[in-house]
């Protein structure tokens, strides 16, 4: 059985969401992935937990969460194969100082890009379970299906929020 590599596991998740910046800019929203950090200490660690942001806007507060999965699945929520999408660890996302305004959760394999909005945390549940990769026991948040948008629906939404904040300034 392997050890679970950390520092690798941040580079992969780093580089998954300078794809989901990439797509997002490509439709006109500015914004950037900010680059990994890892932690050397357990202080380093806690802060970051609390205040890293996987993507950041350029012209309007607020950021998103990013989350690789090795699930294949398409644009369509409704295709999605099982009744919930993992969100994340519950201790992760209650130590969040400041709340993303939505999970972009991108598939390794079809990369493809389905969207869980923080407004929908209510009808998140945990789930306890062994986590194989890390070999620990974690609780993870999970939103139903239903809750589930397609990454054309995040895109939209944050193009009129960007338009409306510039149109203030």
């Not at 941040?10 to 950037?32: D, S």
């Not at 999965?69 to 400041?98: C, H, L, M």
Request: charged share 25%.
């Amino acid at each position: 059985m392997s050890q679970f590599n950390y520092e690798k596991s941040y580079h992969i998740g780093g580089k998954w969401a300078k794809v989901v910046a990439e797509r997002l800019n490509n439709f006109g929203i500015i914004c950037y992935a900010n680059e990994v950090q890892i932690a050397k200490t357990d202080e380093e660690r806690d802060y970051m937990t609390k205040f890293e942001k996987d993507i950041e806007f350029n012209n309007m507060p607020g950021c998103l969460e990013v989350k690789s999965q090795g699930q294949n699945f398409t644009a369509d929520p409704s295709d999605f194969s099982r009744n919930s999408i993992i969100v994340d660890t519950r201790s992760g996302w209650y130590a969040k100082a400041e709340k993303p305004l939505a999970v972009a959760l991108i598939s390794q394999v079809s990369k493809e890009i389905l969207v869980v909005p923080t407004s929908t945390e209510q009808y998140w549940y945990p789930f306890t379970g062994f986590d194989k990769y890390r070999q620990i026991e974690e609780t993870w948040l999970l939103c139903p299906k239903q809750y589930i948008r397609p990454f054309d629906e995040l895109v939209d939404w944050l193009l009129a929020r960007q338009e409306k904040r510039s149109v203030r300034t």
